[in-house]
């Protein structure tokens, strides 16, 4: 086995069951399909490659197999490639396509293995086409890139502008895409998680906030963790580190605008876990601004609290909590966790005493605690995630 194929699903199962053609052109941005291919990989792909021969000057067959993991082809023998290559894949993806590349297959021309395959695909399955070069050609060829975009199953992947050059899409906005059109819906699948993340807002006039230290790096370790698992999962992200491309997030600031968006969606949701840090309080804030020379005095309110909230909503749903304290020994902490997971009747609290790892941290210690079971977990944040992940497993099959 190559060792490419040990980046299978790494970071979510996405693509699990896909295979993708990836067609390499001749332009620079060819010394990045050797990323795109194992980034495709993570998601579970499996990834095949062909070139034209002039990529061949630009970047070595090695590499695009270090890529993908499976030999690399370059023109059609015997073996009828295009044919095989059809059958075998979900897909195609042209990256980099280059003006010539792009201009002959929108004409019909089959003069290499790449255009060929192209034909092969056109009308039947999905083409990726990610464009890249000079803008003055860009805009010289535009007639064939609008006449493609018309065509049914082709996407342009729009390039991004700079220093008058068409360069290729980033990495991550390739896969995004590429994951949006033609990925696992694992939202039809049960065990969908909505994660509650980052450190809320309250206003006290117009541009001045109170917040806490939240890093929302906890939350993020497990979005990826779930993700990794073959959970589908969304975020809600207040301030602080945001969940990466390949999974929903949405954006809020105050408790309010948390409690009320997990509302809306947890309906859709098996599993809900906040581990966000909510403002307890709120403020009766001011018009405007104020003042700098004014010395005002802030009215707190308390805020709902979004775990009962929750609860009240959803009593049959599968909740977990954070209890975070400041300086408290072991029995004091499981002690408080516990009288908040019984009080909210949740089914799972994760605790942890801010003295020792303080918000921002990428190491931590924490109790999981459950009606039965308490364990200590300490390390980084992606290695208590995954634990937390395989106990919340446990629960979902109990």
Known sequence: MHPTKLLKGTKSKLLEG??????????IAAIESPKLMRELIRHGAEVYCIVTEEVKKIIGKDALKFGCGNDVYEEITGDIEHIFLYNECDCLLIYPATANIISKINLGIADNIVNTTFLMFFGNKPVFIVPAMHEN???????????????DNV??????????????????????????????????????VLILNGGTVEFIDKVRVITNLSSGKMGVALAEAFCKEGFYVEVITAM??????????????????????????????????????????????????L???????????????????LRKAYKDKIIIGFKAEYNLNEEDLINKAKERLNKYNLNMI??????????????????IITKDDVEKVSGSKKEVAEKIVEKVVGLVKS
């Open 291 to 309: 003042s700098s020379e004014e010395e005002p005095i802030l009215k707190l309110k308390r805020n709902p609290k979004v775990l009962e909230e």
């Open 240 to 289: 602080g580190l945001e969940p990466p491309y390949y999974i929903k997030n949405h954006r809020v600031l105050t408790a309010k605008e948390m409690l009320n968006k997990a509302i809306e969606l947890a309906k859709d949701f098996d599993i809900i876990i906040s581990s966000a840090a909510i403002s307890d309080f709120t403020v009766e804030s001011f018009e405007g601004k």
């Open 137 to 151: 050609m860009l805009k010289s060829i535009e007639r064939h890139i609008d006449e493609l975009k018309n065509k």
């Open 350 to 367: 994760i605790a942890n005493d801010l003295s020792k790892h303080y918000f921002g941290d990428d190491y931590t210690e924490v109790y």
């Open 18 to 27: 896909k295979k993708i053609l990836v067609a390499v052109t001749s332009s």
């Open 155 to 192: 996407y342009i992947v729009s390039p991004r502008f700079e220093e008058g050059k068409a360069k290729v899409a980033s990495v991550e906005e390739i896969v995004g895409f590429i994951i949006e059109k033609i990925g696992n819906d694992l939202k039809r699948e049960r065990n969908r």
